[in-house]
């Protein structure tokens, strides 16, 4: 997960503190050594204690997948503590969710239902979603499928909220109001009518099933 590293208007210095809360890791700032939740962006004890940090969309993919789509990526060359992660670790996708929360109301879907549906039309505090998962890169992603559209001929715009489906022929993402042609991955029209539209992507979070379950007790879980 990304965040922001701004709390209260301060732009703050975060740095692993060796502590662990609920078994998962807990981050320290340099300025104030107030105590953060990783998974919740949020600080459990100090001087910012109460305050969020604003979660960022990211992405865990394979690095190939990514290197594919971003050609000119640069790399942070850090000194390496641990194994590398590769698409083995999600071998039992059981035990892995995408987890989002709107409005203070929590959800995740598993990654063994993503593999198995591939999309997954659903609402979340009103908010229309789209989640899309791809087996072989493991990248998990929601959308808003809700998107203005422009009216020309009134100068204004309406909320036009989208219905999506594979096409059985093609095996392409399309959207049953006008069948254009999506990018599943990037949430973007790539064919017909609403080619260039741009779906709204939301902070997700992939977490061990478990660690959703402690930290969102009240979460839905998607069957």
Request: glycine share 6%.
């Given at each position: 997960m990304v965040y922001a590293a701004i709390a209260r208007g301060r732009t703050l210095t975060l740095r692993v503190s060796g502590l662990l809360w609920n078994r998962s890791l807990v981050m320290e700032d340099m300025e104030t050594h107030s105590e953060w939740s990783h998974i919740l962006g949020e600080c459990m004890k100090g001087k910012f204690k109460g305050a969020k940090l604003?979660?960022?969309?990211?992405?865990m993919v394979t690095w190939g997948d990514w290197l594919a789509r971003h050609p000119k990526t640069?790399?942070?060359?850090?000194?390496r503590?641990?194994?590398?992660?590769?698409?083995?670790?999600?071998?039992?996708r059981s035990r892995f969710v995408l987890g989002l929360v709107i409005g203070g109301t929590a959800k995740a879907w598993p990654f063994d239902v993503l593999t198995r549906e591939r999309i997954i039309l659903d609402v979340l505090s009103g908010?229309?979603?789209?989640?899309t998962y791809d087996n072989k890169s493991t990248r998990a992603t929601v959308f808003s499928r809700m998107f203005e559209r422009e009216i020309p001929e009134k100068e204004t715009t309406?909320?036009?909220?989208?219905?999506f489906y594979y096409d059985p022929d093609t095996g392409a993402l399309k959207d049953k109001l006008t069948h254009s042609t999506w990018d599943p991955a990037a949430g973007k029209a790539i064919a017909g009518k609403l080619k260039g539209t741009q779906l709204a992507?939301?902070?997700?979070?992939?977490?061990?099933?478990?660690?959703?379950?402690?930290f969102h007790?009240?979460?839905?879980i998607a069957q």
């Open positions: 604003t979660k960022i969309p990211s992405e640069t790399v942070l060359n850090m000194r503590t641990s194994r590398a992660y590769g698409a083995h670790y999600y071998r039992d908010v229309p979603l789209l989640i309406e909320k036009v909220t989208l219905f992507v939301l902070p997700g979070v992939v977490s061990y099933r478990q660690a959703w379950r402690i007790p009240a979460s839905g």
